[in-house]
């Protein structure tokens, strides 16, 4: 989810109006607990969630290709998706 989040705009798009259909949509498979956190958040916090998701793609997208910045990168999104569903 966190790869698809950062690679497709289209998703990000609707993730940022609806998560849960948006995971769905895609045929994400995640808990129901997460589903549920997901629909907890506020739309501050998917404002938040979704603006850092959109900073890092744009950082993926100018040139951080390589294998150690694709695993940072990997790393940075979970903590953020962590946090926030926490």
Do not use: C, H, W
Request: charged share 15%.
């Amino acid at each position: 989810m966190l790869r698809k989040l950062v690679k497709d705009p289209d998703f990000r798009k609707q993730f940022a109006a609806d998560p849960v259909l948006a995971i769905t949509s895609a045929g994400i498979r995640i808990t129901s607990a997460d589903l549920a956190k997901l629909t907890a958040l506020t739309p501050a916090q998917l404002d938040q969630l979704s603006q850092g998701i959109d900073a890092l793609a744009g950082a993926a997208s100018a040139g951080l290709a390589s294998a150690r910045a694709e695993g940072t990168n990997t790393l940075v999104y979970a903590i953020i998706v962590a946090l926030l569903l926490a």
